[in-house]
């Protein structure tokens, strides 16, 4: 079965850190991936996408994403975190409908 | 970027009222539309799919006579949620696609309780 993994509910940085979300995948095929990100009470936000080329995706808001097609991970980065990065956030795949995972709570501590 | 909307973001209705909820992609050409509902902390359920002009693909488990989804325009879709029940209160969320692995945009989610 396809599935989409996020094996962290939630992950705490210190503003300033760097911060990494992780994402592992098991979708057949060529998966295509992506990340999106949820404020409370919101609608997603798409940060960015994963299809063919570069494994090293850069976003919004000074997201990064690396695919990795050995370890089936597509985790997200960013160098220096910010406050406001706090928020929920998925990392779909995808071959037609989007296979979603659990989410991963980002909170951003000052 | 590509924007969608959903028209209203939040609804409060009584018990055996019908509601309908619009979702539109205001910049684009949606070939396909989805509709997601999500339960607090946790993730989105994919309700169903509706391609422009066909009918739409439920998930299982989803009444397809309860959710009504109409998909008439490439920027036009609704749901509605015949009947409703206080269990349908929820955060309803659409998204709008140009093609097969063109990137999902999402509205802002419709708010619905039913009393």
């Known amino acids: 079965a396809q599935s989409v993994a996020q094996p962290e509910d939630q992950v705490n940085v210190a503003e300033g850190n760097p911060l990494t979300v992780k994402c592992t995948y098991s979708?057949?095929?060529?998966?295509?991936l992506f990340w999106y990100v949820q404020y409370p009470n919101r609608g997603l936000q798409f940060l960015l996408k994963?299809?063919?080329?570069d494994n090293l995706v850069k976003g919004s808001y000074g997201f990064e994403a690396e695919f990795n097609k050995s370890q089936t991970s597509f985790h997200l980065k960013k160098p220096s975190a910010l406050v406001s990065d706090s928020a929920l956030y998925f990392c779909?795949?995808?071959?037609?409908?989007?296979?979603w995972g659990a989410g991963t709570k980002l909170i951003i501590k000052p | 970027g590509a924007v969608v909307s959903q028209h209203p973001s939040r609804v409060i209705c009584k018990s055996g009222t019908s509601v309908k909820i619009e979702c539109r992609s205001l910049?684009?050409?949606?070939?396909?539309m989805f509709w997601y509902r999500q339960f607090p902390k946790q993730s989105l359920m994919l309700m169903a799919t509706?391609?422009?002009?066909?009918?739409?693909?439920?998930e299982q488990g989803v009444e397809k006579d309860k959710f009504l989804i109409n998909h008439a325009s490439l920027t036009l879709s609704t749901l509605t949620v015949t009947s409703a029940h206080p269990e349908d209160s929820s955060f309803y969320i659409c998204?709008?696609?140009?093609?097969?692995?063109?990137?999902?945009?999402f509205g802002p989610g419709t708010r619905l309780l039913v009393l």
């Open positions: 994963y299809i063919t080329g």
């Open positions: 979708v057949s095929g060529n998966p295509y």
């Open positions: 779909p795949g995808s071959n037609y409908q989007l296979i």
């Open positions: 998204s709008a696609r140009k093609g097969t692995k063109e990137t999902q945009y």
């Open positions: 910049d684009f050409q949606a070939t396909t």
């Open positions: 509706s391609n422009e002009g066909s009918k739409a693909t439920y």
